[in-house]
């Protein structure tokens, strides 16, 4: 059992190593080059590397789990989101059970206020983004419901570009408050009717936002730290 | 104007309200009664509380800028310290979360222990907000005898994982320890001593003159205030609400034992008390059970040890102490996830502040800010 766990953690290294050549593991070798050789054009192979390595380990395990993968949400309330919308909806599917909506973001707001309204999504879990730099739209908007009634959670995700701004949903459900804030505060995304926009977590007068990815991790507002705090950095 | 307008929290930079007898106060950041570093600004007309405005971020630490630059596996053990006084469940959350993402399941008997170790930890929270939120109101003794029977939650802990408050009990796959001998002897020596106590509590409490007037009627938010505030717990079932997320979409081996959820009516300060201290009690019974049926078997599912899991994003949330703790997790096929959202309890349940003292006294609020029971290290992050 130790030792092929430690296999397992070796394989990426040896995949290096396999092309220089080690003949002392031949039987592991063979398991090993199909992932080297696979792996010199260097594609996005997230399931390749954890894939192999349990079928090699023990097959009778019943591990190896079967890649998973979105599958089509049929509902009819999906089917109806899409009969009003049509292509506004651009996605609907369910993920490892989560089941979630990507939306333009032209009909973000009309659909939320109908998943609270007639769909009784009545309790906003969560309010949230992320950034992708490489992308025209660079932000994603995550807004998480859940409805009592229904037990069901339903994520609903646009899409915006840098400097866009969202219809906020502080009038649908008050707690998307300082979820909204703090969305601001890490993302600079800013929320139209947002009844008080400004940083929660930092400092007002900080620049910059960190989470988004040109962000370095120990990357500091020096000025504000050092008008504030009267030293050179915290670092 | 829509109906939210009412949660709106002031803006007391703008000073143009004040009349003659108004004036803003300023609570914290360090006031002992906050519990951490909280800043409240009070408008106050005498004693009265027309308003407030929290002021938080003193312990922001960039927890989930951190993820990003740390593999799945090395982020485990920074979650432990956002609700520091109930690791347990936030390395639960986060473990759980991974697993649903590399699409693991945990043995049973791994599942098992994550109930007892969780449930372990939310009568260690529960028994450190009772302390220090009878502290508040003036009642000195209770945090004694808190502490005191807290103590011995945390030297399980201590024989379990060699830690006592940022445990890292949990690794992604399972438990990375197996229980260790007597675990099981200890765990129901601790059911029998505790229960006692409780009533001890409540002995000291419940009929108490002081305390209930201090609490009964005091920071009222109904069903639907919650609802609309986002608030989970204790605080929305002590508002009549019947939803705890162990049983509404169970998760660890919580479907294979029996609890009630325990409710109240008028959502006030009083009832939350005593929901909480129910919730004890039925931990207690959640833990007799849990030992009774613990499996034997493995305490890790094999999990490789590169983790890498598939490009996709999940959300999953368990049943904190506090309320509804949420993981959102968005992978990018690399070994470092692209981006972690912790959902806290905590800061959420904040927001309903400025909700439960408006017209109130300046006491209360101080009594409201203990019965929500947060922890700093979880609002700020």
Same mark, same amino acid.
């Given at each position: 059992m130790p030792d092929e766990k430690s296999e397992l953690d070796k394989s990426p290294q040896q995949a290096n190593n396999g092309l220089a050549g080690d003949p002392d593991k031949a039987p592991e070798k063979t398991v090993n080059a199909a992932p080297a050789t696979a792996a010199s054009p260097t594609p996005p192979p997230p399931p390749v590397a954890p894939k192999p390595a349990p079928a090699a380990a023990k097959p009778a395990a019943p591990a190896a789990p079967p890649k998973p993968a979105p599958i089509a949400w049929e509902s009819p309330l999906v089917a109806s989101l899409k009969q009003q919308y049509g292509s506004g909806i651009r996605e609907a599917a369910i993920y490892l059970k989560d089941k979630y909506l990507v939306v333009d973001k032209s009909i973000v707001f009309d659909v939320l206020t109908r998943m609270r309204d007639d769909e009784t999504f009545d309790y906003c879990v969560d309010v949230t983004a992320v950034h992708w730099p490489k992308r025209e739209e660079q932000f994603d908007v995550v807004y998480i419901l859940y409805s009592f009634a229904k037990n069901e959670r339903v994520r609903i995700e646009t899409m915006i570009k840098d400097g866009e701004k969202v219809r906020s949903a502080f009038s649908l459900w008050p707690t998307a408050d300082w979820l909204e804030r703090e969305v601001f505060d890490m993302y600079g995304i800013e929320f139209t009717g947002h009844p008080g926009l400004k940083r929660i977590l930092l400092p007002e007068g900080w620049t910059g936002y960190p989470l988004r990815k040109d962000y370095g991790i120990r990357q500091q507002d020096q000025a504000w730290i050092k008008a504030n705090i009267g030293i050179e950095s915290g670092q | 104007m829509s109906p939210s307008a009412?949660?709106?929290?002031?803006?007391?930079?703008?000073?143009?309200?004040?009349?003659?007898?108004?004036?803003?106060?300023?609570?914290?950041? @360090?006031?002992?009664?906050?519990?951490?570093?909280?800043?409240?600004?009070?408008?106050?007309?005498?004693?009265?509380?027309?308003?407030?405005?929290?002021?938080?971020?003193? %312990?922001?630490?960039?927890?989930?800028?951190?993820?990003?630059?740390?593999?799945?596996? @090395?982020?485990?053990?920074?979650?432990?310290?956002?609700?520091?006084?109930?690791?347990?469940?936030?390395?639960?959350?986060?473990?759980?979360?991974?697993?649903?993402?590399?699409?693991?399941?945990?043995?049973?008997?791994?599942?098992?222990?994550?109930?007892?170790?969780?449930?372990?930890?939310?009568?260690?929270?529960?028994?450190?907000?009772?302390?220090?939120?009878? %502290?508040?109101?003036? =009642?000195?003794?209770?945090?004694?005898?808190?502490?005191?029977?807290?103590?011995?939650?945390?030297?399980?802990?201590?024989?379990?994982?060699?830690?006592?408050?940022?445990?890292?009990?949990?690794?992604?796959?399972?438990?990375?320890?197996?229980?260790?001998?007597?675990?099981?002897?200890?765990?129901?020596?601790?059911?029998?001593?505790?229960?006692?106590?409780?009533?001890?509590?409540?002995?000291?409490?419940?009929?108490?003159?002081?305390?209930?007037?201090?609490?009964?009627?005091?920071?009222?938010?109904?069903?639907?205030?919650?609802?609309?505030?986002?608030?989970?717990?204790?605080?929305?079932?002590?508002?009549?609400?019947?939803?705890?997320?162990?049983?509404?979409?169970?998760?660890?081996?919580?479907?294979?034992?029996?609890?009630?959820?325990?409710?109240?009516?008028?959502?006030?300060?009083?009832?939350?008390?005593?929901?909480?201290?129910?919730?004890?009690?039925?931990?207690?019974?959640?833990?007799? @059970? =849990?030992?009774?049926?613990?499996?034997?078997?493995?305490?890790?599912?094999?999990?490789?040890?590169?983790?890498?899991?598939?490009?996709?994003?999940?959300?999953?949330?368990?049943?904190?102490?506090?309320?509804?703790?949420?993981?959102?997790?968005?992978?990018?096929?690399?070994?470092?996830?692209?981006?972690?959202?912790?959902?806290?309890?905590s800061f959420v349940n904040l927001q309903a502040l400025d909700k439960m003292v408006r017209g109130a006294l300046i006491a209360d609020v101080v009594a409201v800010i203990g019965t929500l029971d947060i922890v700093l290290g979880e609002v700020d992050r």
């Open positions: - | 009412e949660y709106k929290t002031l803006d007391l930079h703008d000073q143009t309200f004040l009349d003659s007898n108004e004036m803003v106060l300023n609570m914290g950041p @360090q006031h002992p009664s906050t519990h951490g570093v909280l800043r409240v600004i009070l408008k106050l007309d005498g004693e009265k509380v027309l308003g407030t405005e929290c002021v938080i971020g003193y %312990l922001h630490r960039g927890v989930e800028k951190i993820a990003e630059n740390r593999t799945y596996v @090395q982020f485990n053990p920074y979650v432990d310290r956002m609700d520091y006084v109930a690791a347990v469940s936030n390395g639960l959350g986060y473990c759980e979360s991974v697993e649903k993402l590399i699409n693991v399941e945990a043995p049973p008997r791994a599942q098992f222990l994550r109930v007892i170790l969780a449930e372990l930890n939310r009568l260690a929270s529960h028994m450190v907000w009772l302390g220090t939120h009878a %502290l508040d109101i003036g =009642a000195i003794t209770p945090l004694f005898y808190t502490f005191r029977d807290r103590e011995e939650v945390l030297k399980i802990f201590e024989k379990y994982c060699g830690a006592r408050l940022t445990t890292h009990a949990f690794r992604i796959g399972g438990c990375i320890y197996e229980a260790y001998d007597g675990f099981e002897k200890d765990v129901l020596k601790y059911c029998d001593f505790l229960e006692p106590k409780i009533d001890e509590y409540e002995s000291l409490l419940t009929g108490n003159r002081i305390w209930v007037q201090r609490t009964k009627g005091v920071g009222i938010l109904n069903a639907a205030d919650c609802k609309a505030l986002g608030v989970t717990g204790p605080v929305l079932r002590a508002a009549g609400v019947k939803w705890d997320l162990r049983k509404a979409q169970p998760y660890a081996a919580y479907d294979q034992v029996e609890f009630d959820i325990p409710t109240a009516q008028n959502g006030d300060t009083f009832d939350r008390y005593i929901v909480r201290i129910q919730e004890m009690r039925q931990s207690v019974r959640i833990l007799r @059970q =849990a030992v009774d049926k613990l499996p034997a078997g493995p305490t890790m599912a094999k999990v490789p040890k590169v983790l890498k899991p598939p490009v996709g994003r999940i959300y999953h949330s368990i049943e904190a102490p506090k309320g509804e703790l949420g993981y959102f997790i968005v992978s990018d096929g690399s070994t470092q996830p692209y981006r972690v959202r912790v959902r806290p309890p």
